[in-house]
């Protein structure tokens, strides 16, 4: 019986000592990395493994067609022939380390003016001294690109490498700069900086998904009509936009006539300043600020858009 209960508890322990290795986690020789920009109204995402330098060649010719024979793999980041380079030109590369990159764009974008839908891939890039092709492969979740598969690529597209004087001991992507509706996605390491750039049609995403709401909002909802009226005034979007913005405004004076609130005289004065009235829209916002410090209420966020609309240009 002893000797069976000693079976158990080696057994046990044994068990434990393998749970425990399950939970350790050791770091990685090219560490993880995530960046995200929003454009507009769309999130773009890439995350990707980053090697070092490492006093390595980094890009350039193979020397020998070790690679062509299967001598030397590609995806070994490590254990290089002497002399041969990490990232040889005309070669499929994950574009990092560890697990393939992965870009996720949450809308539909154009990359360096060609459709790429909402989703996630796993991007390569084959490098040349003078250009790059990208590559955004269907196939998000893979190892390096051992089992790239060209047969599965949503797009490829061409790019200009450049050469810059500073050193980029850990490879990295950057997406700057960005603007509403554009960003430069930027691939650097060693010497080299890759960019490629993403363009959202972000008003008209924007009015795609803000029609629907306003055409189901609730006939008292003056604000959904102010918001999406003020955007596509901005936006040039100026007829469709005025008439959302008539909407909100009888809505509001209809509401007002039974109801006098600060809240319904703020918007009314912010709608009147969103349709360009400034004359009715600075008096319409002197008696709601005097309304609103009667009746104790934050009156700060209309003095604020008072005292820019007095500095603002027309």
Do not use: C
Not at 109 to 130: F, R
Not at 257 to 266: H, I, M, R, S, V
């Amino acid at each position: 019986m002893k000797r069976h209960l000693s079976s158990i508890s080696i057994f046990v322990v044994l068990l434990a000592a393998v749970a425990t290795n399950a939970q350790l986690r050791l770091p990685r020789a090219s560490q993880n990395a995530t960046v995200t920009q929003t454009v507009g109204i769309t999130d773009i995402t890439i995350k990707y493994g980053r090697p070092g330098v490492k006093g390595r060649k980094i890009f350039g010719d193979a020397p020998t067609d070790s690679y062509a024979k299967g001598e030397a793999t590609l995806d070994d980041q490590y254990k290089r022939p002497e002399g041969m380079v990490i990232v040889p030109y005309g070669h499929v590369w994950r574009t990092g380390a560890n697990e393939a990159t992965q870009f996720t764009v949450t809308e539909d974008v154009m990359i360096n003016g060609q459709k790429l839908a909402a989703g996630t891939y796993s991007l390569h890039t084959i490098p040349a001294k003078d250009e790059w092709t990208i590559v955004f492969n269907g196939t998000a979740n893979q190892w390096g690109s051992f089992d790239y598969d060209p047969a599965k690529d949503t797009l490829r597209v061409k790019a200009k490498p450049l050469s810059v004087r500073d050193n980029q001991e850990w490879m990295m992507f950057t997406i700057d700069p960005a603007s509403e509706d554009s960003a430069t996605v930027n691939i650097r390491w060693e010497k080299a900086v890759v960019p490629f750039t993403v363009t959202v049609d972000t008003v008209g995403l924007v009015m795609a998904k803000a029609r629907p709401l306003v055409a189901a909002a609730k006939p008292e909802d003056w604000r959904i009509r102010y918001n999406v009226g003020s955007f596509a005034v901005d936006h040039k979007l100026t007829d469709e936009g005025m008439k959302m913005l008539t909407e909100a405004l009888a809505i509001v004076d209809n509401a007002l006539k039974t109801n006098e609130t600060y809240g319904g005289l703020a918007g009314r004065a912010n709608i009147l300043f969103a349709m360009g009235k400034r004359n009715e829209a600075f008096a319409a916002a002197e008696k709601a600020i005097a309304f609103g410090k009667a009746n104790k209420a934050d009156t700060s966020a209309l003095e604020s858009r008072v005292a820019n609309e007095k500095t603002r240009k027309t």
